[in-house]
């Protein structure tokens, strides 16, 4: 026993220590080994813009040969609904090493601002096509009600900068800052003493670029108007929107994913073809006619501020932000707008290499839980969490597995597109306690499942002690001892992110947040969620691994694992899975995405495109409740790491009202 003691805890430190190499090598990378300064602040919003008091977050990129002296220039840049400044990374650190000061920040309701997303404003109706193009009649421009989340999301593309019959209501309410904090930092940028404020650009993804047209706008006419946008999936608007004799947009670069998930930036479309880049809002957008319309062709000039291009991605909505052919693209538009000091191509670039390397670092550290487990278990404390396997009688027959996998499968991918959207905006939760919008929408799909979960447990347990089966019961005192093994775990987790974040002000990533270190808010927000998360994953752990547990179960060695594994794993992602292949066929295709084509818009969007995110989650926590479940002979330990993790995942980086 000792000895298998000493190889665990060998195993721990060799990951952990690897993982920390990784971080730092990443931090080098960010750095550009040096030659970039990285500066953590916040900036102080005062009483303005319609909005309450608070403070805006950001990440700043700071050449060491930015000074007073030899100034330099900046970019704004602007992540996406769900994101943090650290989206922005690739952007960041290419322009940084090219010589720009960058400043990333954390918008309205993202990261560790503390002012809410509810601050963007909001109105009592919504526009269903491109701004310009609708109309009363129509139904495109029409009434709506529900919670202030639900009329916050829907206005998501609606700009403060546009005329009242937009930007206002017959209520009183308002679209107050689109920009999302943008234009606060922006101005705040522009006075640094070690910037050219007079060439500055601003770029946003998604949300984000809702959020630079803004900035543009506010800082229209003036002498530190952006020279040049950059929108990384943006939507297009009409001039009729807008007082465009006053307002100037200069040299906008649009990067369109081909497949992106959300119908706004398809125009509303179920495909991106060449009938959008002729219609009449994108040649308008161009400044030519249909019959010449290209994509990947500059139209204009950046002398006058009239450079327009569109550039066609072969990828998704998501992964826009790190595409390196989009990213060439976009550095190239840059250099024009603004004559970046370092003249390095556009196609030599880091920053893949410090994603990939903090991936790596997560998935290490993440491995470290394994071994971590296995000592604990050891410990006197925590020995008594490991119990007997139940006894192969009361396994799952062949048959009945198979039932229940399909039962399972079928519940979870028909549920998820309805319940999360429905949780997303419309279900009628306390706004003031339940805050997180993404994370109210697993709670909608979680509910409903935890609702089907007991009913079937109940009608299960009836039927079993009419046949006088008994199996193991419900033992509080080790659910509690267990709980407590799980919080331990995840608490040295959490310890050695934040001293990843305190070094190399990095975080367990890959791209978007996973492992964010709280605020004192979002830790809050942890507490209010972290009972339902539990509840969910305790009875689908029980069900899954204990109830439909099979042979596999009762097999040693690593063969024995896969098996076993291979099982959960269908069980706990097989319905997403069922929704990826309904989303994407069809999209891949040329047809449209297969949620929009099936049930509407309404359930595309965020609950589609956060898939690529939610299945390898599903993956490893498939892996991590295998492992305990098989540890421990219970479902409560891989349950409550899996709750934990999954709720601060939602909780530290997704966005809150």
């Known amino acids: 026993m000792k000895g298998t003691v000493r190889k665990n805890l060998i195993v721990f430190i060799a990951l952990i220590v690897l993982a920390s190499i990784c971080m730092a090598m990443a931090d080098g990378i960010q750095r550009d080994h040096g030659n970039v300064e990285i500066i953590d602040g916040k900036i102080d919003v005062l009483p303005g813009f319609g909005i309450l008091e608070g403070k805006l977050a950001y990440k700043l990129y700071k050449p060491v040969s930015a000074t007073a002296e030899n100034r330099a220039p900046a970019v704004l840049l602007l992540h996406g609904y769900q994101n ?30 503390s002012v809410g997303l509810l601050e963007r404003g909001y109105v009592n109706h919504v526009v269903k096509v491109n701004y310009g193009n609708d109309s009363e009649a129509d139904g495109t421009y029409r009434r709506i009600g529900g919670s202030k989340r639900y009329r916050v999301l829907m206005n998501f593309s609606n700009l403060s900068f546009f005329n009242d019959h937009y930007s206002k209501d017959t209520d009183g309410n308002a679209v107050k800052d689109s920009s999302c904090g943008g234009s606060i930092a922006y101005g705040w940028l522009a006075h640094q003493d070690y910037v050219d404020s007079s060439r500055m650009v601003v770029s946003g993804h998604s949300m984000g670029t809702w959020s630079s047209w803004t900035v543009a706008a506010d800082y229209s006419g003036t002498e530190i108007a952006p020279k040049a946008i950059v929108l990384q999936c943006g939507e297009l608007f009409t001039d009729s929107v807008y007082d465009s004799e006053k307002i100037h947009f200069n040299n906008v670069l649009l990067l369109q994913a081909k497949y992106d998930e959300f119908s706004y930036f398809r125009d509303y479309k ?36 009239s450079a327009r291009r569109m550039q066609l991605l072969m990828t998704n909505h ?30 030599s670039t880091v920053a893949k290499g410090k994603e990939y390397l903090v991936l790596a670092a997560m998935l290490l550290v993440l491995a470290g839980l394994f071994p971590l487990l296995s000592l604990l278990l050891e410990t006197p404390l925590f020995a008594g969490v490991k119990q007997e396997f139940p006894e192969e009688e009361f396994m799952s027959t062949k048959k009945g597995w198979i039932k229940g996998a399909l039962i399972t499968i079928l519940l979870s991918g028909a549920t998820f597109p309805f319940m999360t959207q429905l949780g997303h905006a419309l279900l009628p939760l306390p706004e003031g306690i339940f805050r997180m919008t993404i994370g109210n929408g697993f709670l909608g799909w ?34 509690l001892k267990s709980l ?39 830790f809050l927000q942890f507490l209010v969620y972290i009972p339902f998360f539990a509840l969910f994953y305790l009875l689908n752990n029980s069900k899954i691994m204990r109830d439909l547990r099979t042979k596999s179960t009762y097999e040693k060695g690593f063969g024995g694992f896969l098996r076993n594994w291979a099982g959960n794993f269908l069980l706990m992602a097989g319905g997403v899975l069922i929704v990826v292949l309904i989303e994407y066929i069809p999209f891949f295709l040329d047809i449209g995405p297969g949620a929009d084509l099936l049930f509407g818009s309404t359930f595309g969007g965020p609950f589609m495109s956060i898939l690529i995110l939610f299945v390898p989650q599903v993956m490893f926590f498939s892996v991590l409740c295998t492992y305990a ?26 966005s809150i009202l």
């Open 84 to 113: 943090d400044h650290e989206t922005c990374a690739a952007y960041a650190i290419e322009l940084a090493r090219r010589g720009a000061v960058v400043l990333c920040l954390d918008e309205y309701g993202h990261g560790a601002s």
């Open 270 to 305: 179920p495909v991106v073809n060449d009938a959008i880049l002729r219609s009449d809002l994108r040649t308008s957008f161009l400044g030519t006619t249909a019959d010449s319309a290209q994509w990947n062709t500059t139209y204009g000039s950046f002398s006058d501020g």
């Open 318 to 347: 998501r992964l826009t932000t790190h595409h390196l052919g989009g990213l060439a693209v976009a550095l190239d538009w840059f250099d024009s707008a603004i004559d970046l000091p370092n003249d390095i191509p556009s196609d």
């Open 446 to 479: 979680y509910l409903i499942l935890i609702l089907i979960m007991i009913i079937t447990s109940l009608i299960s347990r009836r039927k079993h002690r009419k046949l006088g089966i008994e199996d193991e019961k419900f033992s509080l005192p080790l659910f």
């Open 484 to 522: 407590l093994l799980a919080a331990v775990m995840i608490a040295c987790m959490y310890a050695l992110n934040f001293i990843y974040y305190l070094l190399f002000d990095l975080d367990l990533r890959f791209i978007w947040p996973f492992f964010r270190p709280f605020t004192g808010e979002r």
């Open 629 to 654: 479940y098989r540890k421990t002979g219970r479902a409560y330990t891989g349950a409550m790491l899996a709750a934990m993790l999954a709720c601060w995942i939602v909780t530290g980086g997704s």
